[in-house]
């Protein structure tokens, strides 16, 4: 399943093609079964509260899925008093899954095609449909709805949304009740957001200590290794109910509401970007690259979601007035380890790279190009 996943996330196969090999392995399984495992899956929080307000308001709601069978897509339909629901279909002989699975939506555009017949049995056109998205194989729907909102997207949908949420999802009602502005509000930054870059932030006492210390680059990546290889098995336990103190605690309490029920690997991530700078840098160069990325990207994230009121045209996730915090405290942060014209020169390639939408993990990349941007500037 993992591997069907993998080939699919990276563009290898269709998701017709991908899902065919999932459910292949679910063949056997009563259709009890997975229903069971199915109700295990928890609501985000303030799922329900969202769709009675919709309800409320006098919109019309469907649950389009690729992934989930008709009938538990129902459920939830039902569960949520949402208007449609659409999902697979699941072959079955004898109270058993076969392993087999049909239906439009796991076609290339089929789930376009029925929120298609879903807006013309409504008698509503383009500018009266909003939509709630993730991931790219929702985008053939775009061209339905006047308003794509992604939620916690990936890099394609980020791209093509009028509007990112990323946070708490009560969020996706205010561009909806605003559908005629495409400008996003601030917002109040939470205790958990305030966590979360708290510590993203504590990573700039890694150069601190590098400098001062003069602890061996080798020392330290070996030290945030094991403080890696340690979180990894911390959440290997958070996700199978055993809570490690401190470390599960820790990650409850700072991760957004989606990740808490998954392996959350933003800090697996962290701990590579810090590694990948400590090893292929300099001394000078990979502790300004890390102050960068410490600082930089972590303040531009609170500062934006503070006082950000301007989206980049390529990238609604991204506050502009958050960026240029963050290219301002990148500077500093990096000019306590290199010159000048380095470290004005690594802020911005840094920054830039926060800003785009890619496939990959800026705690990755940022320490990456704005290192190797400082090693080109004299």
Known sequence: MLWAGFLYETGLIPLESALKKIFKQLRGLTVEDTFQLYKKVPLIPHVKEVFEKLK????????????LPQQFVQHLANKLDADYAAGLNLE???????????????????KAL??????????????????????????????????????????LVSA???????????EVLSPIENTASRKQDA????????????????GFLVPIVSAHLTLSHTLITFLIFVATLVYVMS??????????????TVTWNAAIMPEVYEFVTSPVFFGVGIMLALLVFPASISNAAIAIFTLGDSLATLLGRKFGKHVFPYNKGKKVEGTLFGFLFACI???????PSKALAGAAAGM???????????NVTIPLISGMTMLIVP
Do not use: W
Not at 103 to 110: F, L, Y
């Open 333 to 339: 942060g990096s000019s306590l380890f290199v010159n």
């Open 187 to 202: 917002y109040s930054v939470s205790k958990r957001e305030l966590i979360r870059e708290t510590i993203h932030m504590s």
């Open 114 to 155: 029925v929120l298609e017949k879903i807006v013309q049995k409504e008698g509503l056109t383009s500018k009266q449909c909003a939509l709630v998205a993730d991931d790219r194989n929702n985008i053939p729907m775009f061209k339905f709805c006047n308003l794509k909102i992604g939620y916690n997207p990936d890099f």
């Open 92 to 110: 079955v002989d004898e109270g058993r899954l076969t392993g087999q699975i049909s239906g439009d939506v796991i076609h290339s555009g089929g």
């Open 160 to 170: 093509k949304s009028d509007v990112v949420v990323k946070g708490d999802f009560d």
């Open 352 to 362: 830039l790279m926060e800003t785009l939408p890619t496939p990959l993990n800026d």
């Open 235 to 248: 959440e290997l336990a958070r996700i199978h109910g055993f809570n490690i103190p401190i470390t599960s």
């Open 56 to 67: 409320n308001a006098g919109y019309k709601t469907a649950l389009i899925s690729s992934g």
